[in-house]
């Protein structure tokens, strides 16, 4: 695969990072972050985790966006046209595969934020108990047919934004849903402070508990950042193949880092004031966005049930928009594989990556009932499907681009996309390459270690 100097290119400085951005944001952000920091300290994991984003995500960033930009090409092909001849492509074809199974599976989540959507609309969590909750929950995810009829339903509207293509698919719809994603935070995160007791869980978030930090807490922050950031999936590299020779890249990353974090932490606004406000103490995982929260709702307006409908509504939209510019970029990774390295249209490529996707959704979801006695070494397949992404490939892939741009990729190369080939100072170059060499891989086996339970 040889580098693409005709490659389309995003339409505008802000189209790219909007689209970075939104490969970034993703349901993680509204439900692990505010999780994570609730129980880790508050606002003091919330510093170690934003010095984690500058120590180890953005300069990370910057090297996904390095291959991308200066190949010209998708993840898949990226590193073998930076390193013809050598084994460093099956880094690329590991980021291919890595975004391929995160959309298969990432998929069933987030066909079940519309069918919470439909529920929130139709009233359909009205006069309901914190048990008949849960129930909801159990009967919907293990049901054979819903979720798999709202997964098909996300996967056609990913599937439609990127046949439109890079400028009229991606970059429209994130400059479109992004502002809404922004807008809607912020409007649920007002609407939240104004609920009766929600200063305590402002406290419950915001207020620093040190006595909390441990070196666990360390690991975790940098595994949030890691994650949340979507380092080494390939959506990074393959969106900054698009990137214009003016972009800014360290500016860029910057901008996604803080965009990534401001939704995760308002999010924690949105969830802990007003789960405070009705003494309920939120769990993690699905069963804080699917469970506890819909009982939040109800609870906090049961006198104004359409006041109730309205938030819950507005909070199921923020959760697909936020799942939607996800999976547009896991889409993309993938597609752009296929468009290059096999010569086939877009719109064919596309279709053997939705499909392909859409298998491996209806699998996870069927193994969350029908097909949970399938096991894989005691995990059902949509669970050992997120290990095997989250906890061994993403890991891997993020190091060894940060060993490839570290240690691999010609100095001047490097140093030429950072500076935007002399046009930038590169005032902190000196200390980008020093944590692409030595911070970032350290960190990041700490990180695989930890996430393994090797410690």
Same mark, same amino acid.
């Given at each position: 695969? %040889?580098?693409?100097?005709?490659?389309?290119?995003?339409?505008?400085?802000?189209?790219?990072?909007?689209? #970075?951005?939104?490969? #970034?944001?993703?349901?993680?952000?509204i439900?692990?972050?505010?999780?994570?920091?609730?129980?880790h300290?508050?606002?003091?994991?919330?510093?170690?985790?934003?010095?984690?984003?500058?120590?180890?995500?953005?300069p990370?960033?910057?090297?996904?966006?390095?291959?991308?930009?200066?190949?010209?090409?998708s993840?898949?092909?990226?590193?073998?046209?930076?390193?013809?001849?050598?084994?460093? =492509?099956?880094?690329?074809?590991?980021?291919?595969?890595?975004?391929?199974?995160?959309?298969?599976?990432?998929?069933?989540?987030?066909?079940?934020?519309?069918?919470?959507?439909? %529920?929130?609309?139709?009233?359909?969590?009205?006069?309901?108990?914190?048990?008949?909750?849960?129930?909801?929950?159990?009967?919907?995810? %293990?049901?054979?047919?819903?979720?798999?009829?709202?997964?098909?339903?996300?996967?056609?509207?990913?599937?439609?934004?990127?046949?439109?293509?890079?400028?009229?698919?991606?970059e429209?719809?994130?400059?479109v849903?992004?502002?809404?994603?922004?807008?809607?935070?912020?409007?649920?995160?007002?609407?939240?402070?104004?609920?009766?007791?929600? $200063?305590?869980?402002?406290?419950?978030?915001?207020?620093?508990?040190?006595?909390k930090?441990?070196?666990?807490?360390?690991?975790?922050?940098?595994?949030?950042?890691?994650?949340?950031?979507?380092l080494?999936?390939?959506?990074?590299?393959?969106?900054?193949?698009?990137?214009? =020779?003016?972009?800014?890249?360290?500016?860029?990353?910057?901008?996604?880092?803080?965009?990534?974090?401001?939704?995760?932490?308002?999010?924690?606004?949105?969830?802990?004031?007003?789960?405070?406000?009705?003494?309920?103490?939120?769990?993690?995982?699905?069963?804080?966005?699917?469970?506890?929260?819909?009982?939040?709702? $109800?609870?906090?307006f049961?006198?104004?049930?359409?006041?109730?409908?309205?938030?819950a509504?507005?909070?199921?939209?923020?959760?697909?928009?936020?799942?939607?510019?996800?999976?547009?970029?896991?889409?993309?990774?993938?597609?752009?594989?296929?468009?290059?390295?096999?010569?086939?249209?877009?719109? =064919?490529?596309?279709?053997?990556?939705?499909?392909?996707?859409?298998?491996?959704?209806?699998?996870?979801?069927? #193994?969350?009932?029908?097909?949970?006695?399938?096991?894989?070494?005691?995990?059902?397949?949509?669970?050992?499907?997120?290990?095997?992404?989250?906890k061994?490939?993403?890991?891997?892939?993020?190091?060894?681009?940060?060993?490839?741009?570290?240690?691999?990729?010609?100095?001047?190369?490097? =140093?030429?996309?950072?500076?935007?080939?002399?046009?930038?100072?590169?005032?902190f170059?000196?200390?980008?390459i020093?944590?692409?060499?030595?911070?970032?891989?350290?960190?990041?086996?700490?990180?695989?270690?930890?996430?393994?339970?090797?410690?």
């Amino acid at each position: 695969m %040889q580098r693409n100097h005709e490659r389309i290119s995003f339409g505008s400085k802000l189209g790219a990072i909007l689209a #970075a951005a939104g490969s #970034a944001v993703g349901l993680g952000n509204i439900w692990r972050f505010p999780y994570e920091a609730g129980n880790h300290g508050g606002a003091a994991f919330i510093l170690i985790y934003l010095g984690c984003i500058f120590i180890f995500g953005l300069p990370i960033m910057v090297a996904e966006f390095t291959i991308g930009r200066r190949a010209k090409a998708s993840t898949g092909g990226s590193f073998g046209v930076l390193a013809p001849g050598t084994q460093w =492509k099956w880094v690329g074809y590991l980021g291919v595969l890595t975004g391929f199974l995160i959309f298969g599976y990432y998929s069933v989540v987030a066909g079940w934020t519309l069918e919470y959507l439909l %529920q929130a609309l139709t009233g359909g969590f009205n006069n309901k108990s914190a048990d008949d909750f849960v129930s909801m929950f159990t009967e919907f995810s %293990q049901d054979p047919f819903r979720p798999i009829l709202w997964l098909s339903v996300f996967m056609i509207v990913t599937h439609f934004v990127i046949v439109k293509g890079v400028k009229n698919g991606i970059e429209k719809s994130s400059k479109v849903l992004m502002p809404v994603l922004f807008i809607l935070v912020i409007l649920l995160a007002i609407c939240s402070v104004t609920l009766p007791n929600a $200063e305590k869980g402002l406290d419950f978030l915001l207020k620093p508990d040190f006595g909390k930090v441990t070196s666990d807490v360390f690991l975790g922050a940098m595994g949030q950042a890691f994650f949340s950031m979507s380092l080494g999936m390939g959506c990074l590299s393959t969106y900054a193949s698009y990137f214009g =020779k003016d972009t800014r890249l360290a500016h860029t990353a910057m901008s996604v880092g803080l965009i990534d974090t401001f939704v995760a932490v308002l999010a924690g606004v949105i969830i802990f004031p007003a789960a405070f406000s009705v003494g309920i103490n939120p769990g993690s995982g699905p069963s804080l966005i699917f469970i506890t929260l819909p009982n939040v709702f $109800e609870q906090a307006f049961s006198s104004m049930p359409l006041l109730s409908s309205a938030c819950a509504s507005a909070f199921y939209i923020l959760l697909a928009l936020a799942a939607l510019t996800s999976t547009i970029s896991l889409h993309e990774v993938s597609t752009a594989f296929f468009h290059e390295k096999f010569r086939i249209s877009r719109h =064919k490529s596309a279709t053997i990556v939705s499909v392909g996707c859409w298998s491996i959704g209806v699998v996870s979801s069927l #193994a969350l009932g029908d097909w949970s006695g399938y096991t894989i070494c005691g995990l059902n397949i949509f669970d050992a499907l997120d290990f095997l992404t989250a906890k061994i490939m993403l890991p891997v892939s993020g190091l060894l681009s940060a060993v490839f741009v570290g240690w691999y990729l010609d100095k001047n190369i490097v =140093k030429g996309e950072a500076t935007n080939y002399g046009n930038l100072k590169g005032t902190f170059y000196p200390v980008y390459i020093f944590i692409l060499k030595f911070v970032a891989p350290i960190g990041i086996l700490l990180i695989f270690f930890n996430e393994l339970s090797l410690f």
